[in-house]
């Protein structure tokens, strides 16, 4: 992570949107064939060709060592899952974590699915976790501070019971996929670095129906929680304004595809 937080014009917002909301429609693309009997290898290669063929480049592969252009985490997977022969199955839930590189700029989003039957809590924990983002987002506006983000995620979810995974946050995003500052899903309000104009932030609730401990498989990437219960991931990038944050990526293509489903 770079240590001192990146300030962006107008004109690099710009840019940065592009970048986002791309991931936005990649995975609306994903979300077209995601079903039972589909591999995680398919899904990604969907993903993968789309962002290519928008003059774009996937913003995970090789980052770090990433295999793949897509995060995706099914069950008790929180993040970082790798794609391959896995098949998805009825009463999966499925966390697809996208990156974007374009003109410069990454972006980074990521959305759980319910695929097919899913029992009652999960779909309210998914919910949930989408509403805390949303709650979360109202609170990143100039003369906030980042603690007043995670202590909105924490107070709102922690009141179901649920677990806010503590070991991975959200962060500054632009040149850079991960920048200065961190960004908790947990936190003490008007504490933390001060949120001002030209911030871009990825704001990513990572929630579990149980308890928040989480491990790291063999694979040194996939990150699951240690008592086998679900986890949801919703992110959105987001540039810091007065009174209201400029929400950068979309689920609105997401979403649209998911309706037409139904
Ligand atoms: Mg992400
Ligand atoms: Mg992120």
Known sequence: MRESIQYKTEAEIELQRESSLLVGKTLAEVAKILKPGVSTKALDEVAESYIRDNDALPGFKGYGGFPATLCISINDEVVHGIPGDRIVKDGDVVSIDCGTYKNGFYGDSAYTFAVGNVSEDVKLLLQRTKESLYLAIEQAIVGKRVGDIGYAVQNYCESFGYGIVRDLVGHGVGKNLHESPEVPNFGRRGTGPKLKEGMC????????????????????????????????????????????????????????????QQ
């Open 201 to 260: 932030i990825a704001i990513e609730p990572m929630v579990t129906l149980g308890r928040y401990d989480i491990q790291q498989d063999v694979d040194g990437w996939t990150i699951r929680t240690v008592d086998g219960l679900p986890a949801a991931h919703y992110e959105h990038d987001m540039a810091i304004k007065k009174g209201k944050a400029d929400v950068l990526s979309t689920f609105s293509y997401i979403e649209e595809v998911l309706k037409n």
